[in-house]
């Protein structure tokens, strides 16, 4: 292990991506009862439980059952999204376009993780968006609960790091509501490893939330998930420097590994798994100044991965980073440069900082050891060139840190005075509880008339909040409509005219967007909308903003931007736009836009005259071959 220790997951399978997600619970008895045997079929023999799920799926549609053929279709697509991603992504584009499907979160989740597998984060996190506001909207716990937890573990990996751990919780919250308690599991080891992340650093609060999954994963019986912990509590403890506890927690994890060998025949992926305990244990073991023994056994990992994943460059190329480090402690440079050389020849054509930060501070390390000074001095520039592309990696990052801290610091003094609060409602209780019956009965009353009046309260909120989302929100694209817009607009032009500031408009308009409605269908037409509004709105300034004004047509705001500045958004947005993935849908479907951009010069004394300059010079963009920027006259 490094000053970077790498997290074990859950088990995928067994804990997060079983169909029944969405199915049990849903279903009535009987289906749900056979889509659990079909799951567990599926273990063993997945073309078999696929094809069980399509008569299924045939027979609902005969029957009209929606509820039942949505139930069906959803659990299809969660053993594709786990064992055949592209199939995954095919089936739930095809399924989403159907009316049946139209309210439906599930589904959108199921494709998000398909994406996610398939490598197109972007995609992914836009569909686990969507299942969040829809399964919100629609009131689907077991739904949200999901498409929270796959939203946290994105928004972690991009440094999101207080949206991942709010997603998280949440999503923990709403499983324990469930009563899921495999689901509890996974949500709280993603919780964990966020708080052990080096960049996060949030030790005591990892370390008790892997310890409230010890005990979750012992009374379950769930042996490698023990095993699992223990590594992430021995890997959270090394990085705090306390190597005693950390080994302790190394052995734990190797000795269930042992127990789940002997209880399940060795099961595939047992070795790999004891591959990675070996090297973090013997890690921990050289620093603690036993080399014979820790050099022993990293030579045994490193021949167990070459002979049985020798495709795996990554994890060869780790394993000799860590016994070169070892060779170094135990005094052997010239060992230690031969592993050492070997780690920097994978990982420096990748440019993983990381590891090259580690492999150049182990070989100036190793080549002071030697005497060899001119060398030690490449290697610790080399070190520190690494260190300051993290360190700018991490500027923005620090900022999230703080309020992370200032977060949990918060919490604390909340749950403290919850904690008061209790104790006097619990005092209160009491002195009730000693008054006549009529004062008993009168607070009943009261309490009654508490409760209807706040239904009445969320009823009316729930439908105000509806009511202006289909008021100043598109449906489709989830972009401000066209009223929403203009009242925006309208604003900035009285502000930029008060101010004398610059202010820019651009009009955006998909190319041939008829023909792709006519060829290919408005189903495939409306996931064309979709993903051209999510890079349209991902590739604008902070402080920009973007409205659908009509079928295919959209405008942009763009306060402070001169004509030049507009122009160079304009063709960011133009470049985004060609760049979708679209291998998914028919080939030869390429969507590109036109755009006409104007400045808000003195000239123009009103918003409305501002986009008829905006839709000049877009028709001028169109009538010159369009996919192109024109900039008006």
């Not at 398909?114 to 506001?133: I, K, M, S, T």
């Not at 629609?138 to 990996?157: C, F, P």
Request: hydrophobic share 45%.
């Amino acid at each position: 292990m490094f000053n970077f220790p790498v997290f074990r997951a859950m088990a995928a399978r067994a804990v997060l991506m079983a169909p029944l997600w969405f199915a049990a619970g849903s279903a009535h008895a009987d289906l749900a009862q056979q889509l659990a045997a079909i799951d567990r079929e599926a273990e063993r023999d997945v073309p078999g439980a696929l094809a069980k799920l399509e008569t299924l799926a045939a027979e609902a549609r005969v029957r009209r059952a929606d509820a039942d053929y949505r139930e069906i279709q959803t659990a299809r697509c969660w053993i594709l999204g786990y064992t055949d991603a592209a199939g995954a992504l095919a089936l739930a584009t095809t399924e989403i376009a159907k009316p049946v499907f139209r309210d439906d979160a599930s589904l959108h989740v199921c494709r998000g993780y398909a994406y996610e597998q398939l490598q197109r984060n972007e995609d992914a996190l836009a569909e686990y968006e969507f299942g969040v506001e829809q399964a919100g909207r629609m009131h689907d716990q077991k739904a949200l609960a999901r498409a929270l937890a796959l939203r946290g573990e994105q928004r972690y990996v991009r440094g999101l790091y207080a949206d991942a751990i709010a997603d998280l919780k949440a999503s923990y919250e709403l499983e324990r509501a469930l009563d899921d308690a495999s689901h509890q599991r996974y949500v709280l080891n993603a919780l964990a490893n966020l708080y052990a992340d080096p960049e996060v650093r949030d030790f005591d609060n990892a370390i008790e939330t892997y310890r409230k999954l010890l005990a979750a994963n012992e009374a379950a019986g769930n042996v490698r998930g023990q095993a699992t912990t223990h590594f992430n509590i021995a890997s959270t403890y090394e990085n705090q420097g306390r190597l005693p506890l950390a080994r302790r927690h190394f052995e734990l994890a190797l000795a269930l590994e042992a127990q789940r060998a002997a209880a399940e025949h060795s099961p595939v992926d047992l070795e790999a798994d004891l591959a990675n305990d070996k090297r973090a244990y013997a890690v921990v073991l050289s620093k603690m100044g036993e080399h014979a023994k820790a050099l022993a056994m990293l030579d045994a990992v490193l021949a167990t991965l070459q002979s049985r994943y020798a495709s795996d460059k990554t994890a060869i190329a780790a394993a000799r980073l860590s016994r070169g480090a070892a060779y170094r402690r135990a005094g052997r440079h010239a060992d230690a440069l031969a592993d050492l050389d070997a780690a920097l020849l994978h990982f420096g054509p990748i440019h993983n900082i990381r590891f090259l930060k580690k492999i150049q501070e182990e070989r100036a390390a190793a080549f002071g050891q030697a005497g060899d000074w001119r060398n030690a001095f490449s290697a610790q520039q080399g070190m520190l060139e690494a260190q300051q592309a993290i360190d700018k990696q991490k500027l923005d990052e620090r900022t999230t840190r703080l309020r992370i801290q200032f977060q949990s610091e918060q919490a604390r003094l909340r749950n403290a005075e919850l904690q008061h609060q209790n104790i006097l409602q619990l005092r209160d209780l009491e002195s009730t509880a000693r008054v006549r019956r009529w004062q008993a009965a009168a607070l009943a009353a009261s309490l009654a008339l508490i409760v209807l009046l706040s239904v009445l309260v969320v009823r009316q909120r729930r439908f105000s909040r509806k009511m202006r989302d289909l008021a100043l929100t598109d449906e489709l694209t989830r972009l401000p409509n066209r009223r929403h817009f203009m009242a925006v607009a309208n604003d900035a032009f009285a502000r930029a005219g008060k101010s004398r500031s610059r202010l820019s408009l651009a009009g955006l308009d998909i190319d041939y967007f008829k023909r792709i409605n006519d060829r290919y269908g408005h189903a495939v037409g409306d996931i064309v909308l979709q993903r051209v509004a999510h890079v349209l709105r991902s590739a604008l300034r902070p402080g920009d903003t973007i409205g659908r004004v009509g079928g295919e047509e959209f405008l942009c705001l763009l306060p402070g931007a001169s004509e030049q500045d507009a122009l160079q958004v304009a063709e960011r947005l133009r470049q985004a736009v060609l760049d979708i993935d679209c291998s998914d849908l028919p080939a030869g479907l390429a969507p590109s836009i036109s755009i006409g951009v104007t400045e808000n010069i003195p000239e123009v004394d009103s918003l409305d005259l501002l986009c008829q300059r905006a839709d000049h010079a877009l028709y001028r963009a169109k009538d010159k071959g369009r996919n192109r920027v024109e900039l008006a006259a």
